[in-house]
């Protein structure tokens, strides 16, 4: 059973960064395309970036230029570098496949960008 954890979430401040990571158990991470997720309060969950299992990235117009997606096979890691923060950045990120299955969803990690 694949489980999904993140982490790195922070508080911070408009302009700053911050690097999430999400590990994942079992031996078949590097056969999938992984994607970030984020859900606001109030808001539907919505997809932030992707990448395939060749490493291909696509992202959200909000936070193309901003965000980075990238992954470590050897370390059952996706990583989100995220920069030039801003307040609507504010939510709770999750990592899933993608497209995302309902069974992995983990417990996410909150990001606030507030001054």
């Known amino acids: 059973q694949v489980q999904f954890v993140e982490s790195g979430g922070d508080l911070v401040q408009p302009g700053g960064s911050l690097r999430l990571s999400c590990s994942a158990s079992?031996?078949?991470?590097?056969?999938?395309?992984m994607g970030w997720y984020r859900q606001a309060p109030g808001k539907q969950r919505e997809r932030v970036a992707g990448?395939?299992?060749?490493?291909?990235?696509n992202y959200a117009d909000s936070v193309k230029g901003r965000f980075t997606i990238s992954r470590d096979n050897a370390k059952n890691t996706v990583y989100l570098q995220m920069n030039s923060l801003k307040p609507e950045d504010t939510a709770v990120y999750y990592c899933?496949?993608?497209?995302?299955?309902?069974?992995?969803w983990g417990q996410g990690t909150q990001v606030t960008v507030s001054s």
């Open positions: 079992g031996n078949i991470f590097k056969f999938y395309a």
């Open positions: 899933n496949f993608e497209p995302a299955l309902g069974a992995y």
């Open positions: 990448i395939t299992s060749g490493g291909s990235t």
